[in-house]
T-cell receptor, first 114, second 111 residues
Framework: KAGVTQTPRYLIKTRGQQVTLSCSPI?????VSWYQQTPGQGLQFLFE???????NKGNFPGRFSGRQFSNSRSEMNVSTLELGDSALYLC?????????????FGSGTRLTVV | AQRVTQPEKLLSVFKGAPVELKCNYS??????LFWYVQYSRQRLQLLLR??SRESIKGFTADLNKGETSFHLKKPFAQEEDSAMYYC?????????????FGKGTTLSVSS
């Protein structure tokens, strides 16, 4: 079955712009989580959506937002981009309430802010 | 506070040598722990989780609640084990599914 698909793979944006990243989870997975990966901070949790509702949120400013659609696809938006937002953004899907399952990650979107 | 600590940034071993990647956690409830691996130019993938007590690619990890550790072990390292390894924690009493990752350990296996 298809894995977690993230688009686009690479993105270059200018400071002050906004960006939208997309994630299509594995078919049947209802939970989608987003993570930011940087060399300095490692992997940090952004937020998690389940059945179109944000269920959990990490410690990021309000410029970072997301949503989930009825087909479980999710988008993440970053407004007023800063240089420090340059990172690999990873999406992970899981079966949701099944707490014994791990999470399947996508390949990520590499965002560069210049 | 919830925290995962991987004390070694880099671990270099020779092929055939035993490997132990350390992971310590801080969590007040019942933890759910995972090891993820990221091979060069590949996506992050689940290696194993403590709840299933499985052995994947010869790796095992035992949860030690007394020492709050979840070290990853393999008796004989192979060159193809070279990768970045992340230990991750998720609390069982959380409504959400946030994974808290350690900073990762790069394992380098040479012949």
């Amino acid at each position: 079955k298809a894995g977690v698909t993230q688009t686009p793979r690479y993105l270059i944006k200018t400071r002050g712009q906004q960006v939208t990243l997309s994630c299509s989870p594995i078919s049947g997975h209802r939970s989608v989580s987003w993570y930011q990966q940087t060399p300095g901070q490692g992997l940090q949790f952004l937020f998690e959506y389940f059945s179109e509702t944000q269920r959990n949120k990490g410690n990021f400013p309000g410029r970072f937002s997301g949503r989930q659609f009825s087909n479980s696809r999710s988008e993440m938006n970053v407004s007023t981009l800063e240089l420090g937002d340059s990172a690999l953004y990873l999406c992970a899907s899981s079966l949701g309430d099944q707490r014994v399952y791990g999470y399947t990650f996508g390949s990520g979107t590499r965002l560069t802010v210049v | 506070a919830q925290r995962v600590t991987q004390p070694e940034k880099l671990l270099s071993v020779f092929k055939g040598a035993p490997v132990e990647l350390k992971c310590n956690y801080s969590y007040s409830g019942s933890p759910e722990l995972f090891w993820y691996v990221q091979y060069s130019r590949q996506r992050l993938q689940l290696l194993l989780r403590h709840i299933s007590r499985e052995s994947i690619k010869g790796f095992t990890a035992d949860l030690n609640k007394g020492e709050t550790s979840f070290h990853l072990k393999k008796p004989f390292a192979q060159e193809e084990d070279s990768a970045m390894y992340y230990c991750a924690l998720r609390g069982l009493n959380q409504a959400g599914t946030a994974l808290i990752f350690g900073k990762g350990t790069t394992l380098s296996v040479s012949s």
